[in-house]
């Protein structure tokens, strides 16, 4: 409840129109591309241009004003409510792939392959189709592939990415106890093993596609391994995106240890997209 | 960008920028609230052309003014505009007006997403409205955009997918500022369970939808990569299964439709107390029966596809379940008549499509109950039975509230009376040929009219001219309300309103305190006094 009344409004807002701009520009131009169209790339780098510059802009406007002193602790708290709710719509977006994943694994392949009710879908369909997994579907789409493993490259990436969090609350400690080294240092140490498990995770897809016979169109299988570790190396990459802009800020002097929203804001993105990573290894990968 | 800290700096507090760009740049809740309501007004027109597009072509057996495809893409078009661009939009049109001021809050939690989660939404129908034009026509499915039908649509398919997304990213922003505004904004001794109705409803819809869209742009997204990038989610070859997205659109489906009529009841329990001069009878109730009703909706979706050959026990299960909506959603039909019951009644304009929206949603109610029946859904699915329900549900429930919260707060926002005589006009033209409209259609669903078919057998025509009948009547009429937002906003009947315009509006919310129209900004300082004559 408000316990004051110098409660923090801006006026006068230009970035959200401009950002608005931007995305609608990016979308257009990506779906002129898909239907084939020349143009849609450059409307599409374009928007992602103005998009980039937007997010520039509103976040140095906002560091501005909170290092200025304009957010009472109202505010933060209203920062926070929204970064917790963001990262609650986030992880809806990635349980409709994990749905989507256990829903094919444990009803329409087994359906295809004949169990329950289904007996004379599978005589009258696709009699030779054994209900196995991995599979890319009773019509081989995609052809022959291999499944990957989990305990090479992505049991390494589930070291490096729990690491980085100890290594994001090391830094938290420090930034709490006005430790500018350690903050500096644990931010860094967490953004180089994002980096690493990025780079891991592109060359595990690069062996897919090149020896493994592993695509996105590898039927079911490739589907769903894709679009779950896709997703999620993208988040990776903003979350790296992000504390790398919370390491510049701590580099500059910013953040005290009762105010610190952008710090914690990253670090709670950061542990979201590890968690989700232990979902994926153990679902994708190890199951 | 200038910025303000209210209170402190008072001369760095002005007012709205000049000309045209206040509008593009506010970040003030009440802009902002009537951005989203004019916008919403606008789209509940073109929406309705579509309607009207479609009644006339059924209105005898035969092919009349459109092929088929066309009609297929203006069932289409017409839901997904009615849906995402008109009810959703002037629901949170009224949180934005409505909410800061019931709580006692100076303005939303977080004004410049605000302003953001507006024109991406402007964004996004934009790349809908766009499809109508393109190779191939608009999305023609269904707003439902089941595959493989919908993998066949032309060029319009990623347009229509991206503006799912806009208009997924447009939704989310606007819940979260709703619940940080509810949570961290309210007055000193504005309680949880002091929160007006309205409120407590859009605080339960902000989290359906947060839980929602995502789970929906999740769906079309695996759309947009089954057609351009070769996936096989929706495709059995692959391993894949149609049914798969059957399920995940249904699950974000049934709350979506939670998400038009919970606010939808937030307005009716706000407006039935003031003209029945009592209490809302069983306010805990009210609230309990709300999140009852969010929650049963995350566990029903099934029943929208109860003919597409699940195992039995699915669908008992999603049988049973859906019945069980049965139960919060009497409480509050008996809580609103029992508030009724006995009180000092007057029937102006909002209390009339109040009173119509608890007769006529009833009725929506209760056919939906007879299709939770799973075997007797095997005959009502996909006719004109389910049309006339889900029509019952929304027009004369969602769209009367919303006439009725534009009468109710009309006074407050512009400082002006509307004009009672054509008010009253405009609801009885409306209630009259809603029913003429919709009513016939349960006949023609029962005895076998399929939905979606421009064309029908000639034992249907009757019934088919009655209800376009209605249609033509109930379009028509709907041009009044336009007239009288107008004429209110211009002047209306030139009387001064007092800051209550309601007797005794202001012992049940906070907005009625306040002077007619409302400052620019509004409790800078938290009030003192808090309302409890709605508990």
């Known amino acids: 409840m408000s316990t004051n009344n110098d409660y923090y409004i801006p006026h006068k807002a230009t970035w959200p129109v401009i950002g608005t701009g931007g995305l609608l520009m990016m979308l257009a131009g990506f779906a002129n591309y898909l239907n084939g169209s020349s143009a849609g790339t450059a409307w599409m780098g374009l928007g992602l241009a103005v998009f980039i510059i937007m997010l520039a802009g509103w976040f140095t406007l906002q560091a501005g004003e909170s290092e200025s002193g304009m957010y009472s602790t109202q505010v933060g708290i209203s920062y926070r409510m929204g970064m917790m709710w963001f990262i609650f719509s986030e992880i809806m977006f990635f349980a409709v ?144 995106i992000i504390l790398s802009v919370v390491l510049f800020r701590s580099w500059k002097g910013h ?33 | 960008m200038s910025a303000v800290v209210a209170e402190h700096d008072d001369h760095h507090d002005h007012g709205p920028a000049k000309g045209l760009l206040r509008w593009v740049i506010t970040t003030n809740h009440k802009d902002i609230g009537t951005l989203y309501l004019l916008f919403a007004l606008a789209m509940f027109f073109v929406g309705g052309a579509m309607a009207m597009v479609i009644r006339a072509e059924l209105f005898e057996p035969g092919m009349q003014f459109v092929n088929p495809q066309f009609f297929n893409s203006m069932t289409t078009m017409h839901a997904l505009v009615m849906v995402f661009g008109a009810v959703m939009p002037a629901f949170v049109g009224l949180a934005n007006w409505m909410i800061p001021m019931m709580i006692g809050a100076p303005d939303m939690a977080l004004p410049r997403m605000n302003n953001m989660s507006f024109w991406l939404l402007v964004a996004g129908v934009l790349l809908l409205a766009s499809t109508l034009f393109m190779e191939g026509g608009a999305p023609a499915s269904g707003w439902t955009l089941y595959p493989p039908l919908v993998l066949q649509t032309g060029k319009a398919l990623p347009f229509a997918i991206f503006s799912v997304h806009l208009l997924g990213i447009s939704s989310i922003m606007g819940a979260i500022n709703i619940i940080a505004t509810i949570f961290n904004m309210r007055a000193p001794g504005m309680t949880l369970m002091k929160m007006p109705m309205f409120v407590w409803t859009w605080l339960i819809t902000a989290f359906l939808l947060i839980a929602i869209m995502p789970v929906f742009a999740g769906a079309v997204t695996m759309l947009l990569t089954d057609k351009f990038f070769a996936t096989s989610f929706f495709d059995a070859a692959g391993g894949g299964d149609p049914v798969l997205y059957q399920h995940i659109f249904w699950f974000f489906g049934h709350p979506e439709v939670y998400v038009m009529i919970l606010p939808t009841f937030g307005v009716a329990s706000t407006i039935i107390p003031v003209f029945a001069r009592k209490p809302l009878f069983g306010y805990s109730s009210m609230v309990h029966a709300t999140a009852a009703i969010a929650f049963l909706s995350f566990i ?120 009672e005589r054509i008010g009253k006009l405009h609801f009885w033209l409306s209630v009259i040929s809603v029913n003429v409209l919709f009513f016939p259609q349960h006949f023609l669903g029962l005895a076998g009219m399929p939905r979606r078919i421009p064309d029908y057998a000639v034992q249907f025509a009757d019934w088919n001219m009655i209800s376009s009948i209605g249609g033509f009547i109930f379009g028509a009429s709907q041009l009044l309300f336009l007239y009288i937002v107008i004429h209110t906003i211009k002047g209306g009947t030139g009387e001064k309103v007092t800051s209550e315009v309601w007797e005794d509006a202001a012992k049940h919310s906070l907005e009625w305190t306040l002077p007619s129209p409302p400052p620019y900004h509004t409790f800078t300082t938290p009030p003192t006094v808090i309302p409890t004559e709605h508990i």
């Not at chain 1, 289904?118 to 009773?138: I, M, S, Y």
């Not at chain 1, 420090?174 to 990025?198: C, E, H, S, Y």
């Not at chain 2, 008992?316 to 009724?340: D, H, S």
């Not at chain 2, 009725?363 to 699915?381: E, I, N, R």
């Open chain 1, 255 to 287: 953040f005290q240890p009762e105010n610190h929203f952008a710090f914690e804001a990253a670090a709670w993105y950061w542990h979201f997209v590890d968690v989700v990573w232990l979902g994926l290894f153990i679902f994708v990968y190890v199951i």
């Open chain 1, 97 to 240: 792939f994990f749905g989507a994943l256990w829903y094919t694994r444990n009803l329409s392949v087994p359906w295809l392959g004949g169990e329950g009710t289904k007996a004379a879908t599978k005589e009258l369909l696709w009699p030779a189709f054994e209900a196995v997994w991995p599979t890319n579907g009773p019509g081989k789409v995609g052809g022959n592939f291999e499944s990957m493993g989990a305990w090479g490259l992505p049991f390494l990436n589930t070291l490096i990415l729990l690491t980085s969090g100890v290594s994001c609350t090391w830094a938290h400690h420090g930034l709490l106890a006005k430790n500018r080294d350690q903050l500096i240092k644990g931010l860094a140490v967490t953004v180089g093993l994002g980096l690493l498990f990025v780079a891991f995770q592109a060359s595990e897809y690069h062996e897919a596609y090149t020896e493994m016979g592993l695509t996105l169109g590898s039927g079911i299988y490739g589907s769903t391994f894709f679009m779950l570790t896709g997703f999620h190396g993208f988040h990776v990459c903003v979350g790296a």
């Open chain 2, 300 to 419: 029903v979706w099934a029943h929208h596809m109860f003919t597409v050959g699940m195992p039995i026990a699915g669908e008992l299960y999603f049988m049973y379940a859906t019945m069980l909506i049965a139960i919060p959603t009497g409480v509050k039909v008996f809580n609103w008549t029992a508030t009724m019951w006995k009180g000092s009644m007057t029937f102006e304009t909002p209390m009339l499509f109040s009173i119509a929206f608890v007769v006529l949603f009833t009725m929506g109610g209760f056919t939906g109950l007879m299709m939770s029946v799973a075997p007797a859904d095997f005959q009502y699915h996909d006719t004109y039975f389910i049309v006339a329900h889900f029509h019952y549900t929304l027009v004369p429930a969602s769209i009367f509230i919303l006439m009725a919260a534009g009468y109710f707060w009309l006074p407050k926002w512009t400082g002006h009376m509307y004009d």
